[in-house]
């Protein structure tokens, strides 16, 4: 098998850990390697609340109590995202990223866009740089003919949606399946931190939020992906028939190495995605079997 060069874009902050490391880590075991980009080519920090759980809590805002973690705990990454961080913390090709100026589609086998929520990301969601360089990506080909594979997760996925060709005005999603984070996830998470947890930081778990008038969720992840598609059917969701439905839309189960059951991923072609850290095991696993190919 060759050794193939992915690229994994990040934010200067608040990425998160789960998405990117657990990616990282099943790429990497799968003998392939691993670069990373950021926009000015400085070293990336993950979301320090995905990371240690304090501050998710009631009291999380009081400097003794936050280190009892009860929502956090649930919420924040496990400990094998975790312990991947800190390995990952180690990579010069972490310390020392690419720009994301410098990146060339034809210097890399395959392209992998991680999430995360938090307000961090939004200089990462707009870089036209980045999108530009995902749209000439989209058309690169490998000797077989075939495009070159592309995965993204949570709101990486809007940084495709947001990808727009200056020859056809359309998102290089336009005319793709995929999924995402759903409303209903973002909003679940949001209703825990704003009402129970998190209350004094209530747009912790929105990136972007409505204006006066607009209508709820019209910034969610889901909404904004689903605008960017040629019909909104090409948003794909787990069905109620299907199987581990409750695994699968539940809030709590996550995938493993071992076990995709809780996890929804979606392919089409040379493009694959998924919704959310519960997702990302199953979600890696299957971009390098596109890797593989």
């Keep these: 098998m060759r050794k193939q060069k992915i690229l994994i874009p990040l934010p200067n902050f608040d990425f998160d850990p789960t998405e990117a490391c657990m990616s990282w880590r099943v790429i990497e075991n799968a003998g392939h390697e691993v670069v990373f980009a950021t926009a000015e080519g400085e070293r990336s920090f993950a979301d320090e609340l995905m ?12 400097p003794v109590l936050k280190k009892i973690k009860l929502i956090g705990g649930l919420l924040r990454a496990r400990k094998p995202a975790r312990d991947a961080y800190q390995q990952m913390q180690n990579l010069p090709a972490f310390q020392n990223p690419l720009k994301f100026s410098a990146l060339q589609p034809k210097d890399f086998d395959g392209v992998l866009l991680p999430g995360g929520h938090a307000s961090g990301m939004v200089p990462f969601l707009e870089n036209e740089t980045l999108q530009n360089f995902i749209v000439d990506f989209f058309a690169q080909k490998r000797p077989d003919g075939n495009h070159k594979p592309v995965g993204a997760v949570c709101h990486g996925v809007v940084v495709l949606a947001r990808s727009v060709s200056p020859d056809t005005g359309l998102s290089v999603l336009h005319g793709k399946k995929t999924t995402a984070l759903t409303w209903a996830q973002e909003k679940a998470a949001w209703n825990v931190t704003r009402y129970f947890a998190r209350f004094w930081d209530p747009l912790y778990f929105r990136t972007y939020w409505e204006a006066v008038g607009e209508p709820s969720g019209y910034w969610s992840v889901e909404s904004e992906v689903k605008r960017a598609l040629e019909n909104n059917a090409d948003f794909l969701q787990v069905s109620r028939g299907a ?5 699968k839309t539940g809030s709590l189960a996550r995938d493993t190495l071992d076990d995709a059951r809780p996890a929804w991923v979606v392919t089409d072609g040379n493009y694959v995605s998924a919704r959310w850290p519960g997702d990302v095991h199953t979600f890696a ?6 890797l593989n190919k």
């Design 243 to 247: 199987a581990n439905y409750k695994l």
């Design 51 to 62: 990371l240690s759980g304090e501050g998710l809590d009631p009291w999380g805002f009081i």
């Design 285 to 290: 696993k299957t971009f390098v079997s596109l």
